[in-house]
Structure formats: structure tokens, C-alpha cells
């Protein structure tokens, strides 16, 4: 299997989204790979769920489950500046890395870090932050900061999982901003009342994982790409984004399949590739 490069990366890409921080228009959503992306609109910058190290790979190097990398790391997160917002949907890695969020904080002095309120305790001794950080939500909360506006909705990542105080473990986050809604599922199976709750939204854009949910695998299930393009479907999205494939070999999909399916049900959809950027008025079908 051939080593995918990404079309920018580092210096490039940061210089790339520095000479659009002036567009008053258009949004832009650069793939980081995985999971992560990063939201710019008007200049304000939204780091969603990154993954921008080798740690796991590091971490289950001699295991029965090694993460071998297929793609290259588009950033480091070191040079990620001007971040006022970053979220984690739940507690793994490749959604909470220490090596990706412990720089970006730092780097980033006012940043608001969005978590499950569930996760407090795991992330403070993860992040090695003051407990009153984080800001916590479950299904159902929002928050609002400048001009965005972040709705909580529960995912089975395979349950939907709560505390004994009733919050979600696993999240997706609908981001509400001037007239878009953006819904990043962060990793998650179907569940009865998912439709029901985001239809709501009027969703623009779905970000939604395609790996599916293969026990042989040994980690927690998603979507595979038929269902998420359904899904879709289901909600009236304006475009749906694959993600969470491209990453480690053991545990990804073939994104043309994803096509396929999209296609075979007239959801419009855009296949990024990692360092590339979406812009609400590019053309969405491939």
C-alpha cells in the first residue's frame, strides 16, 4: 500500500489559511486527517478533534493491534496559532491526544477547550490542566463564544454511554455559525433517535466517519460508508465529508466506496484529501 502524502502540509498549509483570515464570505474546513479538521471563518479558527502525532503508533507498536500510519502527519502542532475554540468528542487518543493538545494550548493563550462534561477527570489527568478548563457538555447543552455557537448530541461509539450523573461520554458536535450548521459526528454507530435530533439543524455539512464496525478489530465501531451516506440522506445534509479512514491500515475503508454509495442516492458529498480544504461555495459533488 502506497504512503499517502498529504497536498500540504506544515509551514504551507498555515501560510495557505493565513492568506484567507481576511475573507469575509466564505468558511474553509481543512482536513487534518483522521477525525481532525480545522474550521476557519472570518479569520476565527475551530480545531476539531486533532490528531496530529505518531503516539499511537508508538503506543501499540508491539501489540496484536499495531497502528501503522498510511498517511502522513499534515501538522505540527507546534505552528497551529490564532485557535480560540478546540474540541474532543470522547476519550481516545485519536480524538484526545496529549502530543497534539498539550502545544496547541499552550500555544494558544484564551483557547476554550470543548469536552463531554463525562470525560472531565480523564482529560485533566490526560492534559495535565486545571479542572475548571474544560468546558463540559452533554446531549442537549450548547455554548456559544464570538459567533459560534456549539450544540451537544450523544453518539454510540458502541453504546451511547453515560456517568451516573446522566452525561454523554461520547459526543458529535453540531457548530452553528451566521447561516451554517456544521455537525462533526466524532465517532459513532446509528442510533434510533439520530435523525430525529439533528434534522433540527438543518445540517450544511456532516462530517461522518466510514470505517464501519468490525469486532475483529478489536476497537470501537462507526459508520461504514453506505450508512453514512444514508445518513445523510436522513437529515437533508447539503454534503457529507467521510473521515476517520487513510489513517492506520488496520482500521479504515476505501473512500470510493463511499462514493459509490453517496452517488447511488443522490446525497451530494466531497472527498478531501488530508491537507486540503473545503470552502461552503466549491463545487460539492466529485
Given amino acids: 500500500m502506497e504512503f499517502i502524502i498529504a497536498i500540504k502540509k506544515n509551514e504551507a498549509l498555515i501560510a495557505e489559511m493565513d492568506s484567507l483570515q481576511s475573507d469575509q464570505q466564505h468558511f474553509y474546513l481543512w482536513w487534518l486527517g483522521q477525525s481532525g479538521y480545522l474550521l476557519q471563518w472570518k479569520g476565527q479558527r475551530i480545531l476539531i478533534d486533532p490528531y496530529l502525532s505518531n503516539s499511537l503508533t508508538k503506543k501499540y507498536i508491539t501489540t496484536n493491534k499495531p497502528h501503522e500510519r498510511m498517511s502522513e502527519r499534515v501538522m505540527d502542532p507546534v505552528l497551529l496559532k490564532k485557535i480560540f475554540i ?13 502530543e497534539t493538545l498539550i502545544p ?4 494558544n493563550p484564551g483557547i476554550n477547550f470543548i469536552i ?61 455559525f451566521d447561516k451554517w450548521k456544521i455537525y462533526h459526528s466524532g465517532d459513532t454507530l446509528w442510533f434510533e433517535e439520530m435523525v430525529d435530533l439533528l434534522k433540527p439543524f438543518a445540517v450544511d455539512i456532516a462530517i461522518l466517519p466510514i ?57 451530494p458529498y466531497k472527498i478531501l484529501r488530508i491537507g486540503e480544504r473545503f470552502e461552503n461555495e466549491a463545487t460539492i459533488l466529485n
Fill in 211 to 267: 470505517n464501519g464496525n468490525d469486532p475483529a478489530r478489536g476497537v470501537a465501531g462507526n459508520l461504514n460508508c453506505k450508512e453514512a451516506a444514508m445518513l445523510g440522506k436522513a437529515i437533508n445534509a447539503q454534503c457529507v465529508i467521510p473521515c476517520h479512514y487513510d489513517m492506520f491500515t488496520f482500521n479504515t475503508a476505501d473512500v470510493k466506496e463511499f462514493a459509490k454509495e453517496a452517488e447511488k442516492i443522490n446525497q
Fill in 86 to 98: 478546540v474540541t474532543s468528542s470522547h476519550n481516545h487518543t485519536d480524538h484526545l491526544d496529549s
Fill in 116 to 176: 463531554p462534561e463525562a470525560n472531565r477527570d480523564f482529560v485533566v489527568e490526560r492534559l495535565q490542566c486545571k479542572r475548571n478548563f474544560p468546558v463540559g457538555l452533554t446531549d442537549g447543552q450548547s455554548v456559544t463564544y464570538r459567533d459560534f455557537t456549539i450544540h451537544g448530541i450523544p453518539a454510540k461509539h458502541n453504546e451511547i454511554e453515560r456517568d451516573e450523573m446522566g452525561n454523554c461520554k461520547y459526543m458529535g458536535y453540531v457548530i452553528a
Fill in 104 to 107: 496547541v494550548l499552550k500555544n
